[in-house]
T-cell receptor, first 114, second 113 residues
Framework: DAGITQSPRYKITETGRQVTLMCHQTWSHSYMFWYRQDLGHGLRLIYYSAAADITDKGEVPDGYVVSRSKTENFPLTLESATRSQTSVYFC?????????????FGPGTRLLVL | KQEVTQIPAALSVPEGENLVLNCSFTDSAIYNLQWFRQDPGKGLTSLLLIQSSQREQTSGRLNASLDKSSGRSTLYIAASQPGDSATYLCAAENLSGTYKYIFGTGTRLKVLA
């Protein structure tokens, strides 16, 4: 199906474990983004990518790693999960940036770190 | 640093009422201002995008306005319906040289039948 998908949709892990959240889009959009959503903070940008092999930090990048070897995939890795990383994670994509096109969001991954 | 604020945090209205949701931002140097809808447990759906050179955008019963000089945007919903119940978020895309959206914390709307 066309669109943007995230996997897993739900994940429970333990402190210190490595976790990878997957994001896949079928539009060949250039830009991809990772956000986390927490009560009281709204959505905050973790990392974004303007194209394959080009990534940059957002507002809250610490503890996260991203890669973009293919245009359609943008995985987010928590290298050593902490309880403060319990959150809902959203992936998004857009063809253009700089005011010209909206972002399309995936359904989210709910992550609980025990 | 850009800050985006949405007031009120929650709003309940009877069906059929016209309503206005407010969004304010501190830095007027933006590419655009977007309004999104988020249903419980779901992702965000874009409703309207207003580019910095525009004053308003309309889609069906929705009208969004942008006043950069005052740092404000409003989302007007006409003849509200129970299906409009959701959280509405606004987001400003900054002119900072990197393409970063700053989101407000949202207004949770409940339209009562």
């Amino acid at each position: 199906d066309a669109g943007i998908t995230q996997s897993p949709r739900y994940k429970i892990t333990e402190t210190g474990r490595q976790v990878t959240l997957m994001c896949h889009q079928t539009w060949s959009h250039s830009y991809m983004f990772w956000y986390r959503q927490d009560l009281g903070h709204g959505l905050r940008l973790i990392y974004y990518s303007a194209a394959a092999d080009i990534t940059d930090k957002g507002e809250v990048p610490d503890g996260y790693v991203v890669s973009r070897s293919k245009t359609e995939n943008f995985p987010l890795t928590l290298e050593s999960a902490t309880r403060s990383q319990t959150s809902v994670y959203f992936c998004a994509s857009s063809e253009l940036a700089g005011g010209q096109e909206t972002q399309y969001f995936g359904p989210g991954t709910r992550l609980l770190v025990l | 640093k850009q800050e985006v604020t949405q007031i009120p945090a929650a709003l309940s209205v009877p069906e059929g009422e016209n309503l206005v949701l407010n969004c304010s931002f501190t830095d007027s140097a933006i590419y655009n201002l977007q309004w999104f809808r988020q249903d419980p447990g779901k992702g965000l759906t874009s409703l309207l995008l207003i580019q910095s050179s525009q004053r308003e955008q309309t889609s069906g019963r929705l009208n969004a306005s942008l006043d950069k000089s005052s740092g404000r945007s409003t989302l007007y919903i006409a003849a509200s319906q129970p299906g409009d119940s959701a959280t509405y978020l606004c987001a400003a895309e900054n002119l900072s040289g990197t393409y970063k959206y700053i989101f407000g914390t949202g207004t949770r709307l409940k339209v009562l039948a």
